[in-house]
């Protein structure tokens, strides 16, 4: 803090200037604008949290998509002298499309119309009904004053007939366990581990992270694409055994029988399987500032810890991100475009649609010449 | 500070038990994610290991991702020759008993070398040249990633920085060019020349490091704790009175408690006055602290605003 005071001051600015707590790099401090994402870190006696504040200009959509990935919840800031506006619709598109499971929309600046309900019950009345046409999973709208700290942390008293949650108390008690998949036995694997020592001879072990759902010793199972089937002889973490392993967890995976497995290969539940192809629908924002996607162009699609040359095969439709318009006969995405793509994968994939299942349903796109990531892929 | 130490553990009690080791689970299994990530996308890896409790902590998550296999990747060491003792027995000790490979490489043999210039004068410091014997041993070695013990929270153009950081050829850091980096897919593509600096612990507070090194029972070299030293007071810091650390007529030469934050060069680490001999002792005492521990106790951050960043952009971890 006494840093970011120093600092104001040396910019010749009047008062404390806490964007500057966010605004990291030098070119962002200069220009006063935040470009890139930035992670925070902080807790309260009930939970730890990691911030990432990401721009909210058009032209950082890609940055607020990359945000966006990681979150388990958005805060969607309207000010109450204006309503809902092209941001809002923007930004709630991007919560909706990247699978944010939980959305608090805080009308901010209430003080300045009076700590009226009417006025927020008129922008609640038209954020429910733009979010109707989204798929927000758990919505918590709350008229907040950021400045005089109303219903942040205590319940206003200048607003007495608000009688909600205030955001801190949902940000503490928001259940996150309950987003993941907890259904589906997914298990990409990431390396194989062979010790080759004298005692370690045969050992042969899966080393991975639970996408999601959960397996444990005994369980049948299937390794796709190749679909042999085998049974979990044992379960490590550590180099020790574990009863089971359940999502989000990284451990070892060891079969009874021995099969030819590798890097980019997923080990399944045998009665649940994900859909394996080589064509792929997905929502795609594009984020090459030199290049543009167009029908025919050629990718590396990174899917899990799989990689596949693949070729672009159509545009269907662009999403129009402040309107929701769907533009047909789009023949090149640019920069933040966001559209529906069809593609082919030179090996098939083993994918669960996003919206069921975000760890298995997304991908990357990255150009094989310059080896920048250049799309992100919600697959449908 | 107005809280007590009393006070302060019962806040660490109750953040503990509240939250506290479903949390580090999390981070664990994040880090080891990423590890088993570098050993899947790249051919020759290394550990960045200084001795201090960042790459400690890097090496035992290391262990954990590919039991009960070895660590698929050497240990390499950037020695200034301006280490504090204790680390580098440390770091001598660990590689022994992990049976892992340890490189050693010496920015007195880079001076040597290249001939290049020392700083002089006051807070003269090799921290910078640590950059270009990296360089060297990166390509010596034909390294394409290295694993590093940066977090986000230490510093503010860390809070930037990508999981899978790409340097170019010369490796640099552009911060306005950093790949986008969504969900847990990590991009580590390279043409041959480049590699990327990968940060396993990048979502890790200092307080999540203590508390896990606690809870793993992981030992630490002992300057982490309180004791007795000989210390040089400069602009209100106190160095490790040490030759290597040329002598300031303003100089005042005292004898306090302390303990240090960090374990990096001497000529740039700064000790803090403590009496946490122990690690439920540090972690009350960090818990109450505000100021994270790059802000409080390196002297090469603070030279200028944007000091970190330009040693990243020319090459520096």
């Not at chain 1, 008129?122 to 918590?140: G, H, M, N, P, V």
């Not at chain 2, 806040?11 to 994040?30: M, T, V």
Request: aromatic share 8%.
């Amino acid at each position: 803090m006494e840093a970011i005071e120093r600092a104001s001051k040396t910019r010749n600015a009047g008062e404390i200037d806490l964007a500057l707590l966010t605004d990291g790099l030098r070119s962002e401090r200069e220009q006063g604008i935040t470009i890139d994402v930035a992670y925070k870190y902080f807790q309260t006696p009930n939970r730890k949290f990691i911030s990432i504040d990401a721009p909210g200009h058009i032209q950082y959509t890609r940055n607020m998509v990359t945000g966006a990935s990681n979150a388990d919840l958005a805060i969607i800031l309207v000010d109450a002298r204006h309503g809902v506006v092209e941001q809002t619709r923007r930004h709630s598109l991007i919560a909706s499309m990247l699978g944010i499971p939980h959305v608090i929309v805080a009308v901010n600046k209430m003080d300045l119309v009076g700590n009226s309900e009417d006025a927020f019950l008129e922008i609640a009345k038209s954020y429910k009904e733009l979010a109707e046409k989204l798929s927000i999973r758990d919505l918590t709208i709350i008229p907040v004053s950021a400045l005089n700290g109303d219903n942040i942390v205590d319940r206003s008293e200048s607003m007495p007939w608000y009688t909600g949650e205030t955001l801190l108390s949902v940000l503490e008690t928001v259940n996150v366990l309950k987003d993941q998949n907890l259904e589906d036995g997914r298990f990409a694997v990431q390396y194989v581990i062979r010790p080759q020592t004298d005692e370690l001879h045969d050992y042969r072990g899966y080393a991975g992270r639970v996408q999601s759902g959960s397996f444990k010793k005994g369980d049948a199972i299937k390794v796709l694409p190749s679909d042999r089937e085998s049974k979990i002889a044992k379960i490590e973490f550590g180099g020790n055994e574990i009863p089971e392993a359940s999502v989000l967890e990284s451990v070892t995976i060891l079969l009874e029988d021995d099969i030819d497995i590798s890097r980019g290969d997923t080990i399944v539940s045998v009665n649940n399987s994900p859909i394996v192809s080589q064509d792929i629908e997905a929502l795609v924002c594009w984020m090459d500032d030199k290049k543009t996607l167009k029908p025919g162009n050629k990718y590396v699609l990174q899917h899990g810890t799989a990689r596949s040359r693949c070729s672009i095969r159509g545009i269907e439709y662009q999403i129009d991100i402040n309107s929701y318009e769907k533009l047909d006969e789009v023949e090149a995405l640019k920069l933040n475009d966001v559209a529906r793509i069809v593609l082919r994968t030179a090996q098939p994939i083993a994918y669960d649609p996003y919206q069921k299942n975000r760890a298995n349903g997304a991908a990357i796109l990255i150009d094989e010449t310059s080896n920048v990531t250049v799309g992100a892929c919600m697959i449908e | 500070m107005s809280i007590s130490v009393n006070e302060a553990s019962d806040i660490q009690r109750e953040i503990s038990e509240r939250s506290a080791p479903d949390y580090l689970d999390q981070l664990e299994a994040e880090a080891i994610y990423i590890m088993r990530e570098v050993a899947g996308q790249f051919e020759r890896p290394a550990l960045l290991f200084s001795g201090g409790k960042d790459s400690i902590t890097l090496v035992h998550l290391a262990k954990k991702a590919f039991a009960p296999g070895k660590i698929p990747f050497p240990l390499v060491h950037v020695d200034t020759g301006h280490n504090f003792i204790e680390a580098i027995e440390y770091r001598d000790e660990l590689a022994e008993k992990l049976n892992a490979k340890l490189i050693v490489r010496y920015v007195e043999d880079t001076i040597k070398a290249k001939g290049l210039k020392e700083q002089t004068g006051k807070n003269a410091s090799r921290n910078w040249l640590q950059t270009f014997t990296l360089l060297d041993t990166i390509e010596e070695f034909e390294f394409d990633a290295c694993i590093g013990g940066a977090r986000r929270d230490e510093e503010k153009a860390r809070a930037k920085e990508r999981i899978f950081s790409f340097r170019d050829e010369f490796g640099q850091w552009d911060p306005k060019r950093q790949r986008p980096e969504l969900w847990n897919l990590f991009n580590g593509r390279i043409q041959k020349g480049e590699n990327v600096r990968v940060f396993p612990i990048s979502n890790w507070t200092e307080l999540d490091v203590w508390a896990y090194l606690k809870r793993e029972g992981i030992a630490l070299p002992s300057i982490y704790f309180a004791h007795e030293r000989e210390l040089i007071l400069r602009d209100g810091k106190l160095l490790n009175n040490t030759p290597v650390i040329e002598p300031d007529p303003e100089d005042q030469i005292v004898t306090r408690q302390v303990r240090f934050r960090t374990v990096g060069d001497m000529t740039c680490t700064a000790a803090v006055e403590s009496a946490a001999a122990t690690l439920d002792e540090v972690i009350a005492e960090i818990t109450i602290s505000r100021i994270s521990e790059r802000g409080e106790t390196r002297i090469d951050d603070q030279q200028t605003e944007a000091a970190m960043e330009d040693r990243k952009k020319g090459g520096y971890f």
